[in-house]
């Protein structure tokens, strides 16, 4: 598939996320402060960035685990219809659990993972989303923390990708097309 030629806008600094990650962080300490261990589910593979930067700069024992739920297909458009492909390799019945996702958009992903982990019997079950776009929203669900509200933009970078494209960017920035023949994206 040949990709409509387009160029990124930076919209939130490498350092802005680091700010904002470190008092991220500091809120989860302070909500799990002396657990035994927190189990930390990052769902790929929009999140495998955040978790990385998150979990250094938590000041806790940590074990972490990841899922895998079905999204966008390599589309733009939300399916609506959430699939598990990988499951948790570990028990968390009895655990603090703290779910990272990336990015909510509609929020069925987010909604269907935190009903599957609820069903388990966790002893704390809490939410993250480094983005929000809130005016995307159909279902009721809030992340217990966000990073940051976003505008209804299409957004690559920082683990989040465009068809497999553009997760290694620092930053995050939204896709703008441009005109065949003008400038290529980025590699990177
Ligand atoms: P939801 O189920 O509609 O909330 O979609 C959540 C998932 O869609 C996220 O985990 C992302 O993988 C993906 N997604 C949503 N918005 C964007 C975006 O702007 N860029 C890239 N992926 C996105
Ligand atoms: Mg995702």
Same mark, same amino acid.
């Given at each position: 598939?040949?990709? $409509? ?12 996320? %680091? ?5 991220? %962080?500091? %809120?989860?300490a302070?909500?799990? %402060?002396?657990?035994?261990? =927190?189990?930390?589910?990052? =769902? ?7 978790i990385?930067?998150?979990? @250094?700069?938590?000041d806790?024992?940590?074990?972490v685990?990841?899922l895998?739920?079905?999204s966008?297909d390599?589309?733009?458009e939300?399916s #609506?219809?959430? $699939?598990?492909?990988?499951?948790? $390799? ?7 659990v ?10 069925? /992903?987010?909604?269907?993972? #935190? ?7 966790? #002893?704390?079950?809490? /939410?993250?989303? =480094?983005l929000?776009?809130?005016? $995307? @929203?159909?279902?009721?669900? @809030?992340?217990?923390w ?7 933009e ?15 960017l ?5 896709? @703008? ?5 003008d400038?290529?994206?980025p590699?990177?």
């Open positions: 598939m040949t990709q $409509r030629p387009y160029v990124i806008d930076q919209m939130i600094s490498a350092k802005s996320i %680091a700010a904002r990650v470190e008092e991220l %962080a500091a %809120a989860i302070a909500e799990f %402060a002396g657990t035994d261990k =927190l189990v930390v589910v990052g =769902l790929l593979r929009g999140s495998f960035v955040f990385a930067d998150l979990v @250094r700069e938590l806790l024992p940590v074990e685990d990841f895998e739920a079905s966008y390599n589309a733009m939300s #609506r219809e959430v $699939r598990i492909l990988k499951d948790l $390799r570990g028990q968390i019945e009895g655990r603090d703290l779910i990272v996702e990336d990015i909510i958009d509609t929020g069925y /992903t987010l909604s269907h993972v #935190r009903h599957l982990l609820a069903s388990r019997a966790p #002893r704390k079950l809490r /939410t993250i989303a =480094l929000d776009k809130p005016t $995307r @929203r159909e279902t009721d669900i @809030r992340a217990d966000t990073g940051f509200e976003i505008p209804d299409f957004v690559v970078g920082y683990g989040i990708d465009f068809a497999q494209r553009n997760r290694n620092p930053y995050i920035g939204k896709v @703008r097309f441009t005109p065949d023949g400038h290529l994206a590699e990177a």
